[in-house]
């Protein structure tokens, strides 16, 4: 049997550390000690002390996810990944990344989304692909996510752009530098069918 024997504010931050036979057992914030009624005299069974531990480890993984958030957004399985990086256990760093998506703060197709649109002017369809199953985004919420924000006149002309901008005018001198200005695109996740579609756009306009 254990015993809370002190609960005190820490002397940074606004945390309590509660202490159980004489030693600090774990750190919470105020409210919950006040909602799981940790107060000093209180006795608990081992099993009910080290439940109420890894709870107030998942309220504080869950306040700084929030924290987090506040700076740029992250998908669940990112968000779980940095707060390992914080020092939180991996299962209590789920835990707080499950309660963060619950609650509609983080979404995984809301994400791929945003970082589609924000990339599609640079990087093509498969590169973006990658990088969303990277970030742990399902394949159903990747592809849900493209049909919503990409199409293939975004790819066509983010790769146009890009023509006009080294080719300024010109064309390639032969076919060795065709072969290398389209590899150039297709390293970046363009498909070759995309390229084409640019080159033969490009060829149209400075004709």
Known sequence: MAEITAVSLQQKGKLLSVFV??????SADAAFIADNDVFVGRKLENKELESLKKAAEVRKAV????YLLEH????KKELAKRLETKGYDAADAASAAEYIENRGYIDDKRYAERLIE?????????????ELKRAGISDDDAQNAFLETYSEDDGINAVLREMKRILKGAFPEDRAAQKKLFNRFISRGFDYETVRAAYE???ENEE
């Open 21 to 26: 036979n004489g030693e600090f057992s774990f």
């Open 63 to 66: 306040r700084h996810s929030l």
């Open 72 to 75: 740029r957004d992250f998908s």
């Open 118 to 130: 924000r990339k599609k002017g640079r990087a093509g369809k498969k590169q973006l692909f990658y």
């Open 201 to 203: 756009k490009y060829c």
